[in-house]
C-alpha cells in the first residue's frame, strides 16, 4: 500500500504550527494584562484618598477622641425620602442641635458622586434636598458639639426607589 500521499492532517488541510500557538499564548495573556492593567488605572483614578495624613499619630488620638465621642452619647442615623437626606443625632434626651456639621454624601467605593450638602436644622433632625441613586452611599460627618468635642462618623444610607 502506498502510504505517500496521505497527510497527518485532517481533510481541511490544516496543520497546527508553532506560530499558531505562540500566537494564542500572546493573545492569552495580552488580554489578561491589558485588562489588569485597565483595572489597576481605574483604581487609582478613583482612589478618594488618604484618611489621615499621619495613621501613627492617629492612632495614637484615637482611644481619647472615641471616649470623648461616646461621653456625648450621641446615636446617629440617617434615611432618605423623596428627595430628602435627614440626618438624626440624638442623645438621651432627644434630638442635638451641633454647633457646626459638615458632611460629604457619597458612594464607598469612589469619589465621583461625592456632594457637599448644606444641612439646616429643623428642631427634629438635619435636613437636606439631595436626589440620590438607588443604592448604599456613605455620609461622612464631622459635627462640633456645644462643648467644643468633634465627633467623626461614617453613617450607612440606603436608599431605596
Known sequence: MDT????????TGFRLKGWHVLTGFVGAFGIIIAVNVF???????TFPGLEVKNS????????TRRAA?????????ADWVDGMVHLYINDAEGAVRVKDLHAVV???TQIADD?????????ERYEAPLDLGPGNWNIRMTAIAEDGTEFIQRV???VKR
Do not use: C, K
Open 4 to 11: 505517500s500521499h496521505m497527510t497527518d492532517t485532517p481533510e
Open 39 to 45: 483595572m489597576a488605572t481605574q483604581a487609582v483614578r
Open 56 to 63: 501613627y499619630v492617629a492612632s495614637q488620638e484615637f482611644d
Open 69 to 77: 465621642q461616646q461621653a456625648l452619647g450621641w446615636e446617629i442615623y
Open 106 to 108: 457619597g458612594r464607598a
Open 115 to 123: 456632594v457637599e450638602p448644606v444641612f439646616a436644622f429643623n428642631g
Open 156 to 158: 450607612i444610607l440606603h
